[in-house]
């Protein structure tokens, strides 16, 4: 037993799971460079097997990112074991995770397998990532209504083929507090090995008790705990990795542990995450929410502005909410300021990149009085978000108000050729759109469209989020400026070029 708690972050893997949530190569990329300023164990970098995509990004990352372990799911199966292999090999600290189901439901309705034939399809498993990496965790899928027995028995096997992480799932969020540190007692207790390995832990949220359940199991004894940043993940997530951090933190006076995270990172790390995937933060969200330390009542007033522990448990500059810029940006600021600036929030723009945001920056300067680190932060965000050799957004035009019909032209550009087209809307937003499904002959359709402000004031720039449906492919378009308008129009094409590339 050891006073440090690992983080195993599943962002990548189980948080992409997330109903309508895609990300690109680059995007993954960036969100591994954060969590390795966040100071995370592991990062899951994704399922190799799954797609080309798949494969490639858990490369890219493994070939990245230096820190962190980098880990790649697998099925039992050799071709899953070996393709995870092949993308995590070229990590520094590589680790094969390999699954498969244990519970009686499971292994009647979806393995059509026994009990004996699991055990050997986890044993060959294992043999075999063992053979590959050095690191090899597994996982009991479904371990919190798995038979007891059958359970210690597969853990047993695993660690005697040579696991070093045993993950104890509780894959559909099933489980009550209670009873899941009594399960982990009995893993402690029952699997020979199971003190010498890491005892893992990786919660759902169906009940709301990710976060409560990842706890008990790690006053139990388990020493990782795998979760998504903002709880992002299938169903209703995963447990949220700000929040178990925090708690760590917090009642390090009572639990007596720790973590290696840097804990200004956090809340960057949230925004990153919301951005990227599209999924906003709820406001009363717990540690990264707008409103976590916000205060609305008198009485609460108050004791904030005589001391602001009589309401506050922890600090807002303690997970990155008040942290100071260093540089001031402003209008009259220079590319090597501004670049430096990008450079201290961990934005590491290509030249064009970079070109194209102080371009985009110094007009939001001439329409803002001040420029936010928000602000910069979107800009980047922007340029990582873009699809290149699709088409351009040239000019657009549309008119509508009260008593008149909407009604937009548009211009694209691709390959120095143009594509012009009208239409007409239920708004302008709307008839923006439709002129630009017209020239692009798109034929997919709109699943939700989004827009927030980055900063606050009248003047702040506008995110728009819009997701797209054709066939069996969603994707993710996003877009800012202060005009809400052609940032929409925007927005709907960076959708439309995704699924362009992707095809």
Partial sequence: MTDRVMIFDTTLRDGEQTPGVALNIQEKLEIAEQLTRLGVDCIEAGFPITSVGDFEAVTQIAKSIRGPKIVGLARTADNDIDRAYEAVKHSSRPCIHTFVSTSPMHLQHQLHKTEDQVLQMAQHAVRRAKSLVDDVEFSAMDATRSDLGFLHRIYTLAIECGATVINVPDTVGYTLPGEFSELIHGIIDNVPGARDVVLSVHCHDDLGLAVANSLAAIQAGARQVEGAINGLGE?????????????????????????????????????LVSRLSGCVIQPNKAIVGENAFSHESGIHQDGVLKERSTYEIMS????????????????????????????QMGFNLSEQQLERAFREFKDLADKKKSVAGADLEALALNEIGLVPDQFELDHIQSSGGTGAIPIAAVRLVRKSKSY???????????AICSAIRKAAKFKGRLISYQVSAITGGIDAQGEVTIKLESGDQRVLGRAIGTDVIEASARAYLNAINRLAGMR
């Fill in 316 to 343: 807002a500059a303690r997970v990155g909410v008040e942290a100071g810029d260093g540089i001031f940006i402003g209008k009259h600021s220079g590319r090597h300021a501004f670049r430096a600036r990008l450079e």
């Fill in 420 to 430: 012009e087209a009208t239409a007409r809307g239920d708004g302008q937003i709307d």
């Fill in 235 to 271: 169903r209703a997530g995963n447990a949220s990795i700000e929040e178990l951090i925090m708690i760590l933190d917090t009642r390090r006076d009572l639990l007596g542990l720790d973590t290696g995270i840097i804990h200004r990172e956090i809340a960057r790390t949230s925004r």
